[in-house]
């Protein structure tokens, strides 16, 4: 898949005080609580996603999985790319981390997405037109803050 040819969705950002390591292995972290439990496998499996299970290294690099991604491109400290696809979408969510300042960084959790046909266009409205996205991804972000911080 060629992330920059999916549709932009959003963008969410966040100065994490910590530097681009910690929040490097806070993105991990919190991608492994927010996707690797049992019921995001489940909802994985009934979506029919295309990565279903935990897999690869840890700290996160190429081909890591949680359910509803696989890691694409892995740049520890400064950028990861995870891809996934199910039968009403195939999308992209890519982190990048910047310097914001001594010990600060800034994180950038960026969107892309397509979703095809009738049913895609329903689970858009149910996922992006809820704002669900929107309140996952600033939950997401205040949890690597606070995992990267402490």
Do not use: C, N
């Amino acid at each position: 898949m060629q992330t920059a040819s999916l549709p932009y969705v959003d963008e969410h950002t966040a100065v994490v005080s910590a530097d681009a390591d910690a929040v490097w292995r806070g993105v991990g972290e919190t991608l492994d609580r927010s996707f690797a439990g049992s019921a995001m496998a489940r909802y994985a499996r009934l979506i029919g996603a295309s990565e279903t299970t935990k897999s690869g290294p840890r700290p996160f690099a190429e081909s890591s999985t949680v359910p509803g991604f696989r890691v694409t491109r892995a740049v520890p400290g400064r950028e990861m790319v995870l891809e996934g696809r199910h039968r009403f979408s195939t999308y992209a969510l890519t982190f990048r981390l910047e310097p914001a300042g001594p010990g600060r960084t800034l994180l950038r959790a960026e969107t892309r997405a397509a979703f095809p046909g009738l049913a895609g266009g329903v689970y858009r409205g149910l996922v992006i037109g809820t704002r669900g996205h929107v309140l996952g991804m600033r939950r997401m972000l205040a949890s690597v803050r606070r995992l990267s911080e402490r």
